[in-house]
């Protein structure tokens, strides 16, 4: 029986704690997947809020799309949108979006931000797959050029990014987006 103790015992001391790899992990203005949406705003003001996401026609949607703006509590984003199942009574947040506008700022400040983001998120999820920083232009929205970069695990991922318009008139800004993989899942044949 003291072989077994001992063996119990020195095996935990051996244990290595892992490093975090939950997206719930992360939070946006002190919110993440998993949490309750009623935990932050009111009932009325979810359903106030909430947008057509523009997912297919005739698919029946599984999530329903709730954008907020410039609530007292924010601190960081200027904007903050958050998916949640439809008919889900708890309104349990399987993604959440923060957006700064950085429209008549130098987008060299949106930059800036990303990577200081970038860098939080590369230590507190070191395990996690992750797809360094890289400018792009996109192919589906002409005139919009993407930095972004992102971490990926088996619960969902997080992206970041800058989004510059050099044509028309939508402003310029970072997003922070945090998806569980269900909903994930479920974009991949929603447009």
Not at 16 to 34: H, K, L, M, N, Y
Request: charged residues 30%; aromatic residues 14%; contains cysteine.
């Amino acid at each position: 029986m003291k072989k077994i103790l001992t063996i119990i015992v020195l095996s935990l001391c051996f244990i290595i704690p892992s490093q975090a790899d939950d997206i719930r992990d992360f939070q946006i203005e002190g919110i993440s997947t998993g949490d309750s949406a009623l935990d932050f705003f009111s009932e009325k003001e979810i359903k106030r809020n909430t947008r057509d996401a523009g997912y297919k026609k005739g698919m029946k949607a599984k999530f329903i799309q709730v954008e907020n703006e410039k609530f007292p509590f924010f601190e960081t984003y200027d904007y903050v949108d958050y998916n949640y199942k439809t008919n889900d009574k708890k309104y349990i947040i399987h993604a959440i979006q923060g957006a700064i506008d950085y429209h008549g700022k130098p987008i060299s400040e949106c930059k800036k931000k990303l990577k200081e983001i970038f860098s939080e998120l590369s230590s507190m999820f070191p395990n996690m797959n992750v797809a360094r920083i890289r400018t792009e232009n996109s192919k589906s929205k002409p005139g919009r050029i993407n930095t972004w970069g992102g971490f990926f695990s088996k619960s969902g991922n997080i992206t970041l990014g800058c989004n510059e318009f050099t044509k028309g008139t939508q402003k310029n800004f970072l997003d922070v987006s945090i998806r569980t993989k269900e909903f994930n899942d479920f974009l991949r044949n929603a447009y």
